[in-house]
Nanobody
């Protein structure tokens, strides 16, 4: 079993910054892509940013230039540095990891989410 635990959410004023962190633990052989998704009330969950084990990144257009995703492969962690936050960035942010639990085993895991609220 694999667990993803997020931290770093909270309340921030528009224009401010927050840093989200996610740590993966458990039966991990290796981790392919790790990413952050978000879901605002009434909306579908959407991709925010993803990073491969090799460091390639992809961002939603809405966060390009404001958010930066990074990871530490040795520690199985992924971070999301969020700057110039806007009220529309308010959502529950979920960590996701594509995990190999063995040579042949592979599963997609999610954290429980951390709430980010951006006030005017």
């Amino acid at each position: 079993q694999v667990q993803l635990v997020e931290s770093g959410g909270g309340l921030v004023q528009a224009g401010g910054s927050l840093r989200l962190s996610c740590a993966a633990s458990g039966s991990i052989f290796s981790i392919n892509a790790m990413g952050w998704y978000r879901q605002a009330p009434g909306n579908q969950r959407e991709l925010v940013a993803v990073i491969t084990s090799g460091g390639r990144t992809n961002y939603a257009d809405s966060v390009k230039g404001r958010f930066t995703i990074s990871r530490d492969n040795a520690k199985n962690t992924v971070n999301l540095q969020m700057s110039s936050l806007k009220p529309e960035d308010s959502a529950v942010y979920y960590c996701n990891a594509d995990v190999r639990t063995s040579v042949l085993g592979r599963m997609d895991y999610w954290g429980k989410g951390t709430l980010v609220t951006v006030s005017l």
